[in-house]
């Protein structure tokens, strides 16, 4: 079926520094997600994106994160500067539309020292 | 507060018997997906299910949106199919979120 993609597998990082986590969706799907799991805890919602545009973001998605996908390429997650607390799994989705199946990649472990 | 409650939270199983896993949903509901975590935590999608019942092997995925639940049911369990199995709610009054359960761990001995 339809693969997102997620690069790198995993990133370690000193507390402080900026990071950016690399999602390559489905080829024709228009709508993207971020999500979070902290290790052992529920999956989150972090924010969605659609036409070059935040639509919709929880309280998880502080003031430091910031998302794009620059002239469709990666649709990316940036934290800077990141802070102990951003140590999760972050799992980057798409879907066609609206109103369709999210495909989740296969997540980046993000580990803040 | 939590949209989503998926049961039980773990459960054991011996090989060659069936489960049954749940959620239930306070909220309206567009779509339901069902998801396996694979131990290192990758997400593997087993079911889109915005009603009715839809199988998949030895899966079967029913969403009742009357009765606010929907239901994992996997037969003749293997140990290979030991993991975590999450269910995700997709609002009616937001298409674009989705909220997931806790999880249940599902064990099968052999």
């Known amino acids: 079926g339809p693969k997102v993609l997620q690069i790198p597998s995993h990133q370690i990082i000193d507390m402080g520094q900026m990071v950016t986590l690399n999602c390559d969706p489905v080829s024709n799907h228009l709508y993207f997600y971020w999500y979070k799991q902290i290790l052992g805890q529920q999956m989150e919602f972090l924010v969605n994106?659609?036409?070059?545009?935040?639509?919709?973001k929880s309280k998880l998605f502080k003031d430091q994160f910031s998302v794009e996908r620059p002239d469709g390429s990666y649709f990316t997650l940036k934290i800077q500067p990141t802070a102990l607390e951003d140590s999760a799994v972050y799992f980057c989705a798409s879907s066609l539309l609206t109103n369709y199946e999210q495909y989740f990649g296969p997540g980046t472990r993000l580990t803040v020292l | 507060g939590q949209q989503v409650q998926q049961s039980p939270a773990s459960l054991v199983l011996q090989e060659g018997e069936n489960a049954e896993l749940q959620c239930n949903f306070s909220t309206s509901l567009n779509s339901m997906q069902w998801f396996y975590q694979r131990p290192g935590g990758s997400l593997v999608s087993l079911f889109y299910n915005p009603s009715g019942t839809k199988h998949s092997g030895r899966l079967t995925s029913t969403t009742v949106i009357k009765e606010r639940r929907s239901s994992l049911h996997i037969s003749s369990s293997q140990t290979t199919d030991s993991g975590t199995y999450l269910c995700a709610l997709e609002p009616g009054s937001n298409y674009n979120v989705l909220y997931f359960g806790s999880g249940t761990k599902l064990t099968v001995e052999p």
């Open positions: 994106f659609y036409n070059g545009k935040v639509m919709e």
